[in-house]
């Protein structure tokens, strides 16, 4: 009681005992406070950034020793205020989101980067811990974020979002390539009966989409080209078109331009030449890269019919 003058009240209530140095008690000037914060909010508020800034470090350490102290408190003491005020913490946070969008993606960005080795353990050793019915449901509830996501995407979005995964699978295959061979080799002599299963689908559903092309067919599409990917970046990447037959450009591929997935057929007209690289960056999407080509090198659109002898599909 040394802070209290004994025997005197309050000067301004008179109800409770009052402080030496200034006449007044405890709940006098706590209202005075609060009607001062209420008159002055602005002044109050930079007063306070201003002394966080000039403390940061030192409220820093004195928050994490009392976090810890009082773990329990601070726990159920979130919950409650996440309970009692979640409409409105969820409008601040979407508005926070929109307004720092780029900031919070660098952030994430180099966060991950500084901790990439210890986030990926991390995610290994949680998913090997897992049952079979915690994996699929881990599974349905990452496919449902992502399609969440794409369904709140403009279609400008969406264009950079799917040419950034196609990049980096991309990437990410070339790098890992003899490691991803020797992965799926392994994988499908220790599960024979679903590699069989995986043949029969893919035969299935190209006999149901119908089509075929006979490697004369496939021939003359590559020598039409000259045995080169039709994909502009590598129609740019050398301007001294080769002559036809004497390509010395990476392995070709067959791709479909509407997918086997997407019910494309396999007729000749369904087909151009791509590199592995961009067959890849491609993936499920229908894109014709064929009618550049031919505009780009000048070539003979009669010849172009004989060889596209069906309708595209």
């Known amino acids: 009681m040394t ?13 409770t005992k009052r402080y030496k140095n200034s006449g007044k008690c405890v709940y006098c000037i706590y209202k005075r406070g609060v009607k001062y914060r209420a008159e002055n909010t602005e002044k109050v508020k930079l007063r306070k950034k201003k002394y966080y800034e000039e403390n940061k470090e030192a ?18 003491y979130n919950k409650n205020y ?27 960005r180099d ?42 995407m403009s279609d400008v979005e969406l264009l950079a979002y799917n040419k950034r995964v196609n990049e980096r699978s991309a990437t990410n295959y070339q790098k890992n ?23 029969q689908r893919r035969r299935a559903k190209v006999a149901k989409n119908g089509g075929s092309f006979t490697s004369d067919e496939w021939l003359k599409l590559y020598e039409f080209f000259s045995g080169h990917c039709v994909h502009p970046d590598c129609l740019h990447e050398d301007n001294t078109f080769p002559q036809r037959g004497n ?22 007209s369904n087909i151009q030449p791509l590199c592995a690289n961009h067959n890849t960056q491609k993936g499920v999407g229908v894109i014709d890269y064929r009618w550049y080509a031919i505009k780009f090198l000048g070539l003979d659109l009669v010849e ?6 069906h309708k595209n599909s």
């Not at 802070?3 to 109800?15: S, V, W």
């Not at 995610?123 to 794409?150: C, F, P, T, V, W």
């Not at 390509?247 to 000749?268: E, L, R, V, W």
Request: glycine residues 4%.
């Open 247 to 268: 390509s010395t450009h990476k392995a070709i591929h067959a791709d479909h331009i509407n997918p086997i997935s997407n019910g494309g057929t396999s007729f000749i």
């Open 177 to 199: 390539k003899q490691k991803r061979l020797i992965q799926s080799n392994e994988w499908r002599k220790n599960n024979p009966e679903k590699t069989r299963a995986a043949k």
């Open 111 to 152: 966060y991950y980067q500084t901790n990439k080795n210890i986030i990926l353990e991390g995610r290994k050793n949680k998913y090997d811990n897992m049952g079979s019915a915690e994996k699929d449901a881990l599974l349905i509830r990452q496919y449902a974020h992502r399609e969440k996501r794409l369904a709140n």
């Open 304 to 309: 172009w019919k004989d060889i596209i002898n």
């Open 59 to 76: 409220i820093s350490e004195k928050y994490k020793i009392w976090a810890v102290d009082n773990k329990e408190h601070l726990t159920n």
């Open 82 to 108: 996440w309970r009692d005020n979640k409409e409105r913490l969820n409008i601040r946070h979407k508005e926070y989101v929109l307004e720092n969008k780029e900031h919070i993606q660098q952030t994430s």
């Open 3 to 15: 802070d209290f003058i004994e025997g005197k009240l309050c000067r301004n209530c008179g109800k």
